[in-house]
Every structure is written in C-alpha cells, then in structure tokens.
C-alpha cells in the first residue's frame, strides 16, 4: 500500500492525489464499506474478528493471502481463527 500511495503522489501533477493515479487495477476494485451507527460500540476483538473475516472472503478463504494482508504470518492468523471459532 505504502508503494501504491508513493507512486500516487509521484504522478500527480499538483498537490491532489486523485484517482487517475492509482494503478489501473486499483482503480476498478469495488469497496464494500459497512459502518456502524456511531452508537453502537463493539469491542477491539469484535472488530478484529470481523476484520479477519471480511479479508478472508475478499481472497476466497486464502489463509497465506489473508495473513499477508493482515500483516502477520499464517500460524498467528490460525490461532485468531481458532480463538474466535472461525476455524474452517
């Protein structure tokens, strides 16, 4: 992400990183943003759960892609999946 948004900032022209100057790839990915009612409060595990969960549907139940994007290796991405019984 961080090469992604520095290449950005590269190509654009004024002080604005807009989308044209993000990969083309990028660009055509489609966001499915769900926000809670500023309300409701949920616990860091809860989020992290659910966080885990959307990642893993967003590459088809790959757990070596899945723990890439999370940032941590596939065992510690097991024992989360374990802990919140999301094992599969």
């Known amino acids: ?25 990028l660009r055509e990915q ?5 926000r809670r009612p500023k ?3 949920v ?7 659910e ?4 990642v893993l ?6 757990k070596t892609r899945a723990a890439e994007i999370l940032g941590i290796d596939r065992v510690s991405l097991w024992r989360k999946l374990k802990r919140y019984g999301m094992e599969t």
């Open 1 to 25: 992400m961080e090469n992604i948004i520095e290449r950005g900032v590269t190509l654009a022209s004024g002080s604005t990183m807009e989308v044209q100057h993000l990969p083309a790839d």
């Open 30 to 34: 489609r966001f499915d943003i769900r």
């Open 39 to 41: 309300t409701e409060m």
């Open 43 to 49: 616990t860091l595990e809860e989020n992290e759960k």
């Open 51 to 54: 966080y885990i969960d959307w």
């Open 57 to 62: 549907t967003q590459v088809n139940g790959n």
